[in-house]
């Protein structure tokens, strides 16, 4: 068992599907932490919108869509 710290009230965890990526919205930071799935160690964290909560993958692991509950938006990143 492998424990990552990550932001503060992490919500979501979402793997990418090349299996490259642990991706985590952090609810009250206002970001998402990406994480090597084969180390286990945090990357990076990125700035979203406010309240980042739910999110999905695109098929080809490239992209991330985060939804931002505290002002109903939509954050668009790149996962690599």
Same mark, same amino acid.
């Given at each position: 068992?492998?424990?990552?710290?990550? /932001?503060?009230?992490?919500?979501?965890?979402?793997?990418?599907? +090349?299996?490259?990526?642990?991706?985590?919205?952090?609810?009250? +930071?206002?970001?998402?932490?990406?994480? +090597?799935?084969?180390?286990?160690?945090?990357?990076?964290?990125?700035?979203?919108?406010?309240?980042?909560? /739910?999110?999905?993958?695109?098929?080809?692991?490239?992209?991330?869509?985060?939804?931002?509950?505290?002002? +109903?938006?939509?954050?668009?990143?790149?996962?690599?």
């Amino acid at each position: 068992m492998k424990e990552v710290e990550v /932001g503060s009230h992490p919500a979501h965890i979402v793997f990418t599907e +090349d299996g490259e990526y642990v991706l985590v919205t952090n609810y009250q +930071d206002n970001n998402i932490s990406i994480i +090597d799935a084969k180390t286990y160690k945090l990357i990076n964290n990125l700035a979203t919108g406010k309240d980042p909560h /739910g999110f999905r993958i695109s098929s080809d692991s490239k992209y991330a869509y985060v939804a931002n509950l505290g002002e +109903d938006t939509v954050y668009i990143t790149f996962t690599n």
